[in-house]
């Protein structure tokens, strides 16, 4: 079980990464010099919150890597772990990986 653990952490890890990438790689227009406030159309202001909105999913996904490898560690570490899930989850008895 602790393999499907660091298969799902590898795949988070992967996703977080594209994300990230796909923040960074999107360039910022040119900032527009505005008297009082910038409106709420500036393509500027549109950017930096698609980049927080992308950095945003690839820190979620990154927080779901760590727990899923945190999960095999702990599998790994204590055995009986994986008995006392396998009693409670129905579909989990099946599986013999």
């Not at 298969?7 to 040119?30: D, K, M, N, Q, R």
């Not at 505005?34 to 393509?43: L, S």
């Amino acid at each position: 079980m602790d393999r499907s653990f660091d298969l799902y952490a590898a795949c988070f890890a992967a996703v977080a990464a594209i994300l990230w990438f796909i923040s960074a790689a999107g360039g910022l227009p040119t900032m527009v010099m505005y008297w009082g406030t910038a409106p709420a159309n500036d393509p500027f202001y549109g950017a930096l919150v698609a980049a927080a909105r992308w950095n945003a999913g690839a820190a979620a996904s990154s927080a779901a890597s760590a727990l899923c490898m945190g999960a095999a560690a702990a599998l790994r570490w204590n055995p009986a772990i994986e008995t006392k899930l396998r009693a409670v989850v129905p579909w989990l008895s099946a599986r013999k990986d």
